[in-house]
């Protein structure tokens, strides 16, 4: 194993583009508060800048650690992420926002621990896959393990309740399973298996069944649950090609709901227009390709996998919010990353990368 003398600029230059673009369009989205409860523009747009500043420092400090280092510790770390994200369910610690018990709150700062605890499986995940490469075609010494941690992560997620953060970890866990040399005949059992508990869940849970009304006839309540999604076309289809230009989307002032946070998407695509957007996908396909060009030239397994893994949890999320703001699949609450409103989700986000850059620094 050599280690190169420099991160892969290639990589990095991607995530800077990825942070200026979102800082670009954040600012632009957040000036639709001005006209909303009085809310102050120059805070939160300070906010995040602020986040991006402090996410970049840690990107940099993390970036330094050899990534060895979260291998050792990956089974404390995936403790201490259980630990802390099972704290959302004390009085007076855990906050309810929107239907979901996800935030904690420590003095005048708050976090959502749940951020933490998917890169925290992820570590843990591929430190385990690695360890049992021997056995990972079995069905008992590869699969199931797999399961005993989604399972343990997925009883706490789906508590709060926080779905879409289970799905992320879940594709997260697939594909490295497969990477690491997993049989396809268990990955579509456990497919099939989570199908059926996911329709029971929907079944059992009346948000999610409603979440699933909404997306086959948005128009059966325009005003209520279909309103966001509704909103959401018209802003995206009114930016037609080009858009109507940085700073002019009409939605973001009093139509579209959160337009600094799940509905971002659409007043990019508003302001500018069908090629911007697709530049937007565009800048999440090439993260995609150059974590796995980093993952195929890591130095060992566990690394590569580890790789994989982070690629999958900012990807997933990302695709899955800008296809809810598209009506392609139901509405999600996850961000799109490096542009949505959300300091602990954009400071863990930029952590993530900056294990990517420190794996990037070695070759086989």
Not at 38 to 44: H, L, N, T
Not at 138 to 147: A, N, Q, R
Not at 337 to 364: D, E, W
Request: with cysteine; aromatic share 12%.
């Amino acid at each position: 194993m050599l280690r190169g003398r420099q991160v892969d600029k290639v990589f990095l230059s991607i995530v800077s583009t990825l942070i200026l673009v979102g800082l670009l369009i954040f600012t632009s989205a957040s000036l639709g508060l001005l006209s909303r409860n009085g809310a102050s523009f120059s805070s939160v747009a300070m906010s995040q800048f602020a986040s991006v500043v402090i996410g970049c420092i840690l990107a940099y400090i993390v970036s330094k650690i050899p990534y060895l280092f979260w291998r050792r510790a990956s089974f404390y770390i995936f403790l201490i992420s259980i630990a802390v994200t099972l704290l959302v369910f004390l009085p007076n610690i855990g906050l309810t926002f929107g239907g979901g018990r996800r935030w904690i709150a420590i003095g005048s700062i708050s976090f959502q621990p749940g951020e933490f605890l998917k890169v925290a499986f992820v570590i843990y995940c591929a430190h385990w896959l690695t360890s049992a490469k021997d056995k990972i075609t079995t069905f008992k010494g590869g699969l199931l393990p797999v399961i005993v941690l989604l399972t343990i992560v997925g009883v706490i997620l789906l508590k709060q309740p926080d779905t879409d953060t289970f799905v992320s970890i879940f594709l997260a866990a697939m594909g490295m399973y497969i990477v690491a040399g997993g049989k396809y005949r268990y990955l579509f059992l456990i497919i099939l298996i989570s199908a059926i508990g996911f329709a029971a869940l929907v079944f059992s849970r009346p948000y999610l069944m409603q979440r699933i009304t909404t997306f086959i006839n948005p128009a059966s309540d325009p005003l209520g649950s279909g309103y966001q999604i509704q909103q959401s076309l018209i802003s995206i289809g009114s930016g037609k090609l080009f858009g109507r230009g940085f700073g002019q989307s009409i939605q973001k002032f009093s139509y579209l709901p959160e337009p600094i946070g799940d509905s971002i998407f659409a007043v990019a695509a508003e302001e500018f227009g069908f090629i911007g957007g697709t530049f937007i996908i565009s800048l999440f396909l090439l993260f995609t390709l150059g974590s796995l060009r980093i993952a195929t030239r890591a130095p060992d397994m566990y690394s590569g996998l580890l790789t994989v893994g982070i690629a999958i949890l900012i990807v997933s999320g990302s695709f899955m919010n800008i296809a809810s703001m598209l009506g392609v699949i139901p509405l999600s609450g996850l961000p799109l990353l490096f542009v949505s409103h959300g300091g602990s989700a954009m400071m863990l986000t930029l952590v993530q990368v900056g294990i990517i850059l420190n794996i990037s620094k070695y070759r086989k």
